[in-house]
Structure formats: C-alpha cells, structure tokens
C-alpha cells in the first residue's frame, strides 16, 4: 500500500464500488485475458510507453498516438488523449455504456407508465448491532423518482444520433445524456454519464456539476421542477456508487440493480480493453456501439 504503483489503487478505492468478483465467475471465464488486463490496470502494471521505456524494452515513453506530448501512461491511454478524443473512440466507449442502460430504462419507464395502481413503499426494519446504541425503526425506501408521474417520455443522446433538448421545456444547446420528463407535473430528471480515470471521479462529478448548473436554473425558471444524477463510470470497470444509487431511485429491484451495474462493468472494462490495444494504431475507423451479448 505504500509503493507509489502498485499501492496507487488505495488512493480511489473509496470513490467507487468494489466489483463484485465470484469464484464461478472466475472460474468460467470466456476470456482470461479481459480479466489480467483488469488486474494490471489496477495496479498501474499495463505495458503502456511509459512502463516499456521504464523497463528499457523502448527507447522513448512518448505516446504513440500524440507524439508531441511525452505522456505515454495508462491514464492519458485510457482517458486523456487529444488524438484518441479526437478520433472518437472515448466517445465510443461512453455510448456503449450508455447504450447497456438504455434498454432497461426504457423498459421500467414504460411498465411505470402503465401502472394502473402504485403499491405503497415497502417499510423495512433497520435492525441494531448488538451492543450499539439506539432502537429498531422502521426505515422507508429511497424515493421512487418516476412516482410523481404516469406520463414519463425519456430520450437519450449519442454523439451520432443527438436529440434536440424538448422546447417545451426550455430553449438549450445543452444535451444531458439522458432526458426524463412529465408534462403533466411539469418535472425533468437529467442524467449525466461520465468515463473519467478512477482517479478523477471526484473531480468530474464537480465539473458535471458546474457545467448544468446553469440548465438547472433555465429548468426552474420556467417553472418546473429538476433533478440531475451524475453517473461516474471509472475506466478500469469500476463504477462510482451513484449507479445503484440512481437505479434504487429510478425503481429498479435489487436483482435488476445488481445485474444491470455488472452488464454497465463489464462493458467498460472490454471497452477499455480494445482501446488499449489499439492505442499504437494511427487509425480508428468507426465502430459500432459494443453490446454485452
């Protein structure tokens, strides 16, 4: 924990949730290669330029997409090059993620719309450790985001199929990720989807922050009323605890919740995986969105 490498994770361990890691999943694994790709990406270990000029296998840790600059570490591979932005393969990484969550979202909003009566929230006891103080309450679950409304609409924002932010709600350049809207009670959800490094989670959520809130103001002073959720998907696979937090708050069940932050991932870890191998080649022709299959 105290080598500067190696011991690197245990400065963001807190900002994200530990990935759930089963012996069967181990065990069967498809691609064992995906897997020490994680694990190496984890402690700083990946044969980036940096670490094969470090271990004197080459003779300049320059990057070899954007040689001007002198940076070739996992990092600026995986999150900060200006000619991988450029090309579009962060971008491609973001709308697969993205792309995962679509489908499940799309599905509650639409079995919420058709609702005809909402059960009451489920009160659960908050049971008390042995020895600790206080007494057994009953505890209600997080608030149903969508319970407001029955006439939810959503659209969702990909760099090559971009959406108009709706007029009826206010006049904007802006485009959230995700767009959730009820007409009848005059409320908006945002969704924000970021892919920073692990160790930027914080520091993304604080610029995400700073960039809507002026859209937020815009929101309220045309008399709705708004949410936004900011969503952290840290690029080694490891996501930040929003994304449960924001499907507890949407409706999703805990099995659902479980499954569909496994799917969100393992799509970012493969994701990131194809653009590490790539990272040598000058070209990146356009790729279709990854799906989990």
């Not at 209600?140 to 659209?155: F, H, I, T």
């Not at 969702?156 to 809207?181: A, E, G, Q």
Request: proline fraction near 6%.
């Amino acid at each position: 924990m105290t080598l500067a490498q190696q011991g690197g994770w245990t400065e963001w361990r807190n900002n994200v949730k530990p990935r759930d890691l089963k012996w069967k999943d181990l065990i069967f694994l498809k691609n064992p290669k995906i897997f020490s790709h994680y694990i190496n990406a984890s402690i700083t270990t990946l044969p980036t330029s940096k670490q094969l000029h470090l271990w004197g296998y080459i003779p300049s840790p320059n990057c070899p997409l954007c040689e001007d600059n002198k940076r070739g570490t996992l990092m600026h591979i995986f999150s900060n090059c200006p000619v991988a932005l450029a090309q579009g393969r962060y971008s491609w990484r973001h709308d697969s993620v993205l792309k995962c969550f679509e489908a499940p979202l799309l599905k509650r909003i639409k079995e919420h719309n058709e609702e005809k009566h909402r059960p009451a929230p489920r009160q659960l006891i908050r049971f008390v450790k042995p020895g600790a103080k206080g007494t057994a309450a009953a505890a209600v679950r997080p608030p149903n985001l969508l319970g407001k409304a029955q006439d939810w609409k959503c659209l969702v924002d990909y760099k090559d199929n971009s959406f108009t932010f709706p007029t009826v709600i206010c006049i904007t350049n802006l485009r959230p990720d995700i767009v959730l809207w009820s007409e009848e009670t005059k409320t908006v959800i945002l969704i924000e989807l970021t892919c920073p490094s692990e160790e930027n989670i914080q520091q993304a959520k604080t610029r995400k922050s700073a960039r809507y809130l002026p859209l937020l103001q815009l929101i309220k002073d045309n008399g709705w009323s708004v949410s936004l959720r900011l969503l952290e998907a840290g690029v080694r696979g490891l996501l930040s605890f929003s994304f449960s937090h924001c499907f507890h708050e949407l409706g999703f069940s805990n099995a659902l919740n479980r499954n569909l932050c496994k799917v969100v991932e393992t799509t970012v870890s493969r994701c990131s995986y194809i653009i590490f191998h790539a990272h040598k080649q000058k070209t990146w022709a356009k790729q279709q969105l990854f799906i989990l299959r």
